[in-house]
């Protein structure tokens, strides 16, 4: 299941959905507040929607949790943030999802800036049985740790390990050389990708990829550095057919087929 969407960030809600279909999951629930639903409906044929109460603003609405509990309760994993937006009802919401829901989470964007708006939701996240995968650009992991991005850049390996340990988290700290931590202690270095994927949208892709490898049953360290290694490599396909200024998320998506045939 993904929670996504709201009135100004129609297309993360799309392409989270459909890079999740495109990376093998079977069946994948899309919940969006109620405003964009036909929207999302005209664009995506394959997925299964749950339109949701919204606030004023065009955001997920607190209201909309005994549905979402409900239907989490039906799905391997869960993805929550892309495109939420910061409005103050809807991150109360991803509060109470991130603390209620028992199943495997992949949380980003807007569901980071939830977390880093309440910290002890944060640190609950270590008593949490099911895995739980951070997916941070330097400016999120900042705002996480109370830190500046300089600092982080400054050391991505050792902060991405630090807080995947801390927090009891796999980590995906994005960027060049995209870092997974586990908090094991592994960490993976990604090679793959380029310039060109610092586009809009780019990042939801990233997290529907890996959302679909958790359903398919891997392991949240698997799942995180397979995806991070083909979210780059479709990236690397799409730069040599379209350019690297001309790439744009959606054709991240398009190259997935032929990313897994190189893989393979």
Excluded: W
């Amino acid at each position: 299941m993904v929670v996504a969407g709201s009135r100004s960030y129609v297309g993360a809600a799309c392409l989270c959905a459909e890079a999740v279909l495109r990376s093998g999951a079977g069946l994948v629930t899309l919940a969006v507040p109620k405003g964009i639903y036909p929207i999302v409906a005209l664009k995506l044929t394959e997925t299964i929607f749950l339109s949701l109460p919204q606030t004023a603003g065009g955001a997920l609405a607190l209201k909309a949790l005994p549905r979402l509990l409900a239907a989490a309760r039906q799905a391997a994993c869960v993805v929550i943030g892309p495109g939420l937006s910061r409005d103050a009802q809807t991150q109360r919401l991803v509060h109470r999802l991130v603390e209620r829901i028992d199943k495997p989470l992949v949380i980003d964007a807007d569901g980071l800036n939830a977390l880093a708006a309440k910290r002890d939701v944060l640190k609950r996240l270590k008593e949490k049985r099911a895995g739980v995968i951070l997916t941070p650009h330097p400016g999120e992991l900042a705002r996480l740790m109370g830190r500046s991005v300089t600092a982080v850049q400054g050391a991505r390996k050792r902060i991405a390990k630090d807080f995947a340990l801390l927090y009891n988290v796999h980590l995906i700290l994005k960027g060049f050389q995209t870092v997974v931590a586990a908090p094991d202690g592994r960490a993976y270095v990604n090679t793959t990708g380029n310039p060109g994927m610092a586009t809009a949208g780019s990042g939801d892709v990233l997290a529907g990829m890996v959302a679909a490898f958790l359903a398919q049953g891997m392991k949240s360290f698997e799942a995180a550095s397979c995806a991070v290694y083909l979210h780059g490599l479709a990236g690397d396909l799409a730069a040599k057919d379209k350019t690297q200024p001309g790439m744009i998320a959606s054709d991240i998506i398009a190259f997935l087929p032929k990313a897994f045939k190189r893989a393979r």
